[in-house]
């Protein structure tokens, strides 16, 4: 006995919610992850004295800025 096609696209409909739920609650995860992370290194950048400080966000800013340029190329 085979299934109606309206069982089928429930079935297809209700797994596809799933997927998407699964996929949400994933996202979210990360999501707080990373922000967990973040609000970390400002509590490491925060501690540290205000030389030390802005010689590390010196050396972030020109890391990254390397970085950008070495993409454009």
Known sequence: MSMSP???RALLLA?????????ASQFREKHQEA?????NIHDQLDALDPVTRAA???????DEVKKVRDHGQ
């Open 6 to 8: 309206r069982v089928i």
């Open 15 to 23: 797994a596809a919610a799933a997927a998407l739920a699964f996929a």
């Open 35 to 39: 922000a967990l992370t973040v609000q």
């Open 56 to 62: 590390v966000v010196t050396r972030l800013t020109s």
